[in-house]
Structures are given as C-alpha cells and as structure tokens.
C-alpha cells in the first residue's frame, strides 16, 4: 500500500510546527510555550517523566485537541485549516489504551477503509504479528497486546501518510514489539513521518532520529539521540 503524500510546499517545511503551544486542563498547563519542529521523515521520539505532557502533544498532532494558545501547523499549513476527519485518514493515532470498533477482525480493519479485501486484511494482519488470526475472528476476546496491534492495523489500513504512538509496545512481547517497530521502519523509507511516546530508553535511541524531551510540560531539549543526554529522563519515571 502507497503512503499518501503530504503536500510538499517547496520541501523544506517540516511535517508539524509548534509555535508557543500551551495547553490547560481545567485551567491547569498540560503543556506550557512549546515551541518545537517534528522533522518530515524518520521517527521523532517523545519522552519524559509521567505527567509531562506527552500523551497531550500527540493529540494535538492530529486536532483530538486543540492548544489553549499557540499554532500548529501541518505539512506547512495551520492546523484549523485541516478539516479533522480528513486529516485523521492522513495523521494517523494509536492511543496507549486502543478498543476495538467491531465485532469481528476483518470488519475492524474494515471500519476506515470499507473496500479492504479479504487478503489485504490478511497483509494487514501480518505486518502487525496478528497472522495467527482470523478474519472472522471475535475482538471481544483479544489480549491488550492484540488490541494494540490491531488498532495498528486499522491505521495503517487507510494508508496514513503520519503515525503517531503512545506506547506502541507496552503490552507486546519482544517479537510484537519488533513487528511493531519495523512498521515505523516502513512508514518512513515510503516517505511518511513517525512520532513514537516512549519510555523506553533504549528502544528510543535504537529507531529515532529524533527525541523531543518533556517534563512539567515543557521541552527541556530536543536533537538527535547522540546529540542528547536525556539527563532529565533517566533519573525519573518515564512511565507516563
């Protein structure tokens, strides 16, 4: 499946632009003045101790959110332009607690793309580590982990130019979290963008081309993986 193409605007823009970006919660900051590019291609990783916002910054990726103040912009125009369910179909979101949409596996898969074939679900399937199921198969059975992966699939099923994940991998085996990671891998070498909340360290430095550090809200730093010491992160709880 082809990745569907973000306008390029000349090539230089990035994929998303945060420019002063705050965001409050029955009047408390979640995120304060956040002023950060996501880079067009390659895996950004968000990071910070629980509590920093991370969840929150992936949200407002894709308008589940809208900043208290502050401008988004994507594929180099602002975020209100976008009309949201459009922008979904391209700037795809895998939440940490994912549900299933349907009663059956291949109806799942079929919620966002209703002309998915039999043996395109099963493709789906298997770049996810689901080959084992089947298509008829009931969701209300499925482990965590399994629903993780399928709401993968489901993404990837409307051909998603953007992914965004919140903890893509922490109900997954090491061979899922593989089949996991190796998606991001694809999604980028077909020209699309990867943001990845993480907390784990090392799994960060192993994929991402770029870390975005949070804490209390605020970007502490942000570079490549060599470039940072994560001085903030690996002295607290990088759960959350």
Do not use: W
């Amino acid at each position: 499946m082809a990745v569907s193409q973000i306008p390029t605007n000349g090539g230089v823009n990035p994929t998303f632009q945060l420019q002063d970006v705050t965001v409050k919660h029955n009047g408390r900051a979640v995120l304060e003045h956040i002023t950060v590019d996501i880079p067009r291609g390659g895996v950004t990783a968000v990071v910070g101790p629980s509590g920093a916002g991370k969840s929150t910054m992936l949200r407002i990726l894709n308008r589940f959110e809208d900043p208290s103040q502050g401008r988004v912009t994507f594929a180099g125009a602002p975020m209100s332009s976008h009309d949201p369910a459009l922008l979904r179909r391209r700037v795809g979101l895998l939440s940490q607690r994912p549900v299933a949409l349907a009663e059956c596996v291949a109806d799942d898969l079929r919620v966002g793309a209703a002309d998915l074939s039999d043996s395109d679900v099963t493709q789906l399937l298997s770049r996810v580590d689901l080959a084992e199921l089947s298509l008829g198969q009931g969701t209300a059975g499925l482990s965590g982990g399994e629903l993780q992966r399928l709401a993968l699939a489901r993404a990837l099923a409307v051909e998603p130019s953007v992914l965004l994940l919140d903890e893509p991998t922490s109900a997954l085996d090491s061979e899922a979290a593989g089949a996991v990671d190796q998606v991001a891998r694809d999604l980028v070498d077909q020209g699309g963008t990867v943001v990845v909340v993480s907390h784990d360290l090392d799994r960060v430095r192993r994929i991402a081309s770029h870390v975005v550090v949070l804490r209390r809200g605020r970007l502490v730093e942000h570079g490549s993986p060599q470039e940072l010491g994560y001085s903030d992160v690996d002295k607290g709880n990088v759960d959350g």
